[in-house]
Structures are given as structure tokens and as C-alpha cells.
């Protein structure tokens, strides 16, 4: 099987250039499905932390790199919305935020908000003994004892022991990301939720200062305020791919 994926028909979610060279590295088997961006090309295109796939190999040999708390020494790992890359010996983190367009982009943020992920709740059942089981957008599962969450709800996941430490509710009001189509990094109030009939997915119109927008609800994902990163914070840009 190749380690090679095509630029050209990579996910849009991607954070590479296409017309520079005509493959880049396939992503491994993991979270996130097709969206998964493996590991390296962070390191490489989008940090600039390493040069080659030799490199971040050593890198991930000397357990120096941290995805959502764990230490991975595959370097085609897939990333995704909203997981916390770590570097703890440059006492550095961040968490993968969709930027303009839906292209996923690292945010920095501190050690403490580095401690917990975010995950929208895509599917809920009830599992032998009492506790329910949450699958999270990446394909995760969580299990909790309470029945309170919903799907297209989020949570937020503690790195460490798994637990559920915060909730945000799918309903007008909250405050949302769109994560594809057109409107993809923008980040606004749920005015209205309008149910279609039949099959079809329904539809969502978000407010923004700035004016608004719609899409479909399977696009967006509700979040917290400190989820977004400062103002003056810096989103990580892509670099060239050798």
C-alpha cells in the first residue's frame, strides 16, 4: 500500500499547498476519518519543527510530542478538529481549530486549557452496566453515568482520566463554529434551528456581528468562548512542503 496521498485530492480541511509538489504523506489509520492530517505535516509544513519524516520519527521516539495528553510515536497519525498538540519541553501547546474556508490551522493556547479537549457528540447508547457511551466527532468514545448530553451537544474531555468536565447544549443561544462548506472558521450565535421534514438535513442560521449566516447543522459545532482563542493570538500558517 502507498504512503503517499496526491495533493490535489487531499481533504479541504488540510493544511497544505497543492500546486507545490504533487504528493504529500497519507494518513494513518486513526481518529477523524478522512479529515485526519497526519501528524507529520504539522511538524513539518505547518511548525517547520522538522524537515523530513526521518526527523519526526526521532522526535516522537523521545516521547516529546503529546496528542490530547498521550505520547504517539507514529509520525502519519491522523490530527483533527479540536485535538491539543503538546511540546512540553519547549512549553509550547495548541489546539487544531478550523481556520477561513474550514482549513484546519493551531491556535495557541496555555498548559491548563491544554489539559481537556473539546468533541461534538455525534451518536449516544446505552452500554451493559448502567453507563452511557458518548462517540465523539473523531470516532471516540466516552462513558459517562449521566443521560444529560445529546447528540450534536459538546463536551469537554479531561486528557487525563476521561471524564466529562464541561457541557455545551445544542440550542439557540449557543455559540458555534462552522467547521465546512462556505462559511467554514466563522463563529457565531445559533438564531434559529429550522427542523426539515423527511430525511433532509436541517438547517441552522447563525448570527454574527457582522451580519450572519446558514448552513446545514451538521457543519457547525457548538463551542465555548475559550475555545476561539484570543484576539491577539496567532493562528500557525502553512509553510512549504519539500
Known amino acids: 500500500m502507498t504512503k ?9 480541511s488540510w493544511p497544505v499547498e497543492r500546486k507545490t509538489e504533487t504528493f504529500t504523506v497519507k494518513a494513518g489509520a486513526g481518529p477523524h ?10 511538524l513539518r509544513d505547518v511548525l517547520g ?34 485535538d491539543i498538540v ?23 493556547i496555555d498548559e491548563d486549557a491544554a489539559g481537556s479537549r ?10 451493559p452496566g448502567g453507563e452511557t457511551q458518548l462517540t465523539l466527532h473523531d470516532g471516540t468514545n466516552v462513558l459517562t453515568d449521566s443521560d444529560e448530553y445529546r447528540p450534536k451537544d459538546s ?3 479531561d ?4 471524564s466529562v468536565v464541561a457541557h455545551f447544549p445544542y440550542e439557540e443561544g449557543a455559540l458555534v463554529t462552522a467547521v ?29 456581528d457582522d451580519g450572519g449566516f446558514e448552513t446545514v447543522e451538521e457543519y457547525v459545532v457548538v463551542i465555548d468562548e475559550n475555545f476561539t482563542g484570543d484576539a491577539d493570538e496567532e493562528s500557525a500558517n502553512t509553510g512549504d512542503d519539500e
Open 86 to 108: 503538546a511540546f512540553p519541553g519547549r512549553e509550547e501547546y495548541y489546539r487544531v481549530f478550523p481556520d477561513e474556508g474550514g482549513r484546519l490551522a493551531l491556535t495557541e
Open 4 to 12: 503517499h496521498q496526491k495533493r490535489l485530492s487531499v481533504p479541504k
Open 155 to 157: 463536551i469537554v474531555v
Open 159 to 162: 486528557n487525563d482520566d476521561k
Open 118 to 127: 473539546l468533541g461534538k457528540i455525534e451518536g449516544k447508547q446505552q452500554v
Open 180 to 208: 465546512r462548506g462556505n462559511h467554514g472558521g466563522k463563529v457565531g450565535e445559533i438564531d434559529a434551528i429550522d427542523i426539515t421534514p423527511g430525511s433532509g438535513s436541517n438547517s441552522v442560521g447563525v448570527s454574527m
Open 49 to 82: 519543527y522538522v524537515d523530513s519524516r526521518k526527523e519526526a520519527r526521532y522526535a516522537l521516539s523521545e516521547d516529546s510530542i503529546l496528542i490530547n495528553g498521550d505520547a504517539i510515536n507514529d509520525e502519519q497519525r491522523p490530527i483533527g478538529m479540536f
Open 33 to 42: 476519518g478522512e479529515d485526519g492530517v497526519p501528524l507529520v505535516v504539522l
